[in-house]
């Protein structure tokens, strides 16, 4: 058995969770999210030196209430693991140097984890069983990934954005609505209330491919609301905005999955990342991947958004892979590590 803290800080989410991993599988004891929520609210957005500070004030109490949740001390630490990109320098470099003391103090080795594997591997913690081929949808705000996945070591990227992630998108459209931070979720709350479809374009949806673009159909709202001359402060503009937006963007997505799911002749589809935590995104999902006879995998709630579960569990998958954890001074952050 491998009891393993992880820690992240890869943008706005002060996190760490303990993970038990044994033959009998992954298990999370206890876990701590932080939310900067609050403190970027006001500037409509994150400050990276802002979050930094913040990351700073809040890395020791969320450890010490993960190990409280857990029943556990450092003592019982087997492992740490820590998000060492992509993601903003100067969060990731909090969380890297804090495990960076840790390990100094313990004497404990380090696995450095891939924002994107958390991401990747996280519907693996509530559905070890997996069926491959396996088809996977990663929507953050920062990337969007169409990833081929044959075993958990041999996967590889099919298709991404070429422009804008779908997070992303999500975001800007509601700095267009004067909606507040973080944008996404206000999206999908309004796109619930919304009767009138404008139709926006389905980005790149027969180019062929299996990548995505999101700008276009970003600047198409922005002329929508130029155009006709919308009020962005309208309560019913901004849910038929909303609802037009998300439509346009979990067609390409849904679409373009599917497509990808029958070419390379998957048995299921996994669905991660924040953008993941959209309801629509999950039931359209959910519903062609059973209409075309797919399993399909998606976290729960609270393991879409960032988090340190989904750092721990990667973990874990790497010691199962084989990866041979390092000692805590070769640990350096990559704030554009792919995946
Ligand atoms: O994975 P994540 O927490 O952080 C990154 O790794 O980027 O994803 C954050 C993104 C943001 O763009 C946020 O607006 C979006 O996920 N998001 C949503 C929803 N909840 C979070 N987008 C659409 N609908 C939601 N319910
Ligand atoms: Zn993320």
Redesign the pocket.
């Known amino acids: 058995m491998t009891n393993i803290l992880s820690i992240e800080t ?2 706005d ?1 002060t996190a760490a969770a303990f993970i038990q991993s044994s033959a009998r599988g992954i298990k999370v004891l206890g876990s701590t999210v932080a939310s900067q929520i609050k403190i970027h609210e006001k500037t409509s957005g994150v400050v990276p030196e802002v979050a930094a500070r913040a990351h700073i004030k809040k890395m020791s109490p969320v450890i010490l209430s993960t190990l409280r949740k857990s029943g556990k001390s450092l003592d019982d630490v087997d492992l740490f693991a820590v998000t060492s990109g992509p ?1 903003l320098i100067s969060s990731l470099l909090v969380g890297i140097e804090y495990v960076k003391g840790l390990g100094l103090a313990t004497g404990k080795k380090v696995l450095a984890v891939n ?1 994107m594997h958390g ?1 990747l591997y996280s519907p693996l913690l509530e559905n070890p069983k997996f069926k491959i081929p396996n088809i996977s949808l990663i ?5 969007t990934y169409l990833i081929l996945m044959k075993s958990k070591k041999d996967f590889k990227v099919i298709g991404q954005t070429v422009d804008d ?1 779908v ?2 998108a ?2 800007k459209v ?1 700095k267009m609505l004067n909606l507040p931070y ?4 206000q ?2 709350i309004y796109a619930e209330r919304g009767k009138k479809d404008y139709n926006f374009p389905r980005p790149i949806l027969h180019s062929g491919d299996f990548n995505f673009s999101f700008a276009g159909l970003k600047t198409a709202v922005l002329y929508k609301l130029r155009d006709e001359k919308l009020n962005p402060n309208n309560e019913k503009v901004r849910a038929d905005i909303s609802m037009s937006f998300q439509n346009a963007a979990v067609d390409v997505l849904v679409q373009k999955t599917i497509k990808a799911a029958l070419k390379y002749k998957a048995k299921s589809i996994s669905l991660s ?3 993941a ?3 629509t ?1 999950r039931s359209s999902l959910n519903k062609a991947a059973r209409k075309n006879k797919l399993k399909f995998y998606v976290p729960s709630f609270a393991l ?3 988090n340190a579960s989904m750092i721990g569990n990667a973990a874990a998958v790497y010691l199962q892979n084989g990866k041979k954890p390092s000692g805590f001074a070769t640990l350096k952050v990559d704030p554009d590590l792919v995946i």
């Open positions: 890869s943008c989410e993601g924002h991401h929507v953050s705000g920062g990337h992630a997070g992303e999500f975001d509601a973080p944008g996404g979720p999206v999908s990342g924040g953008v935590a959209n309801k995104l879409c958004t960032d």
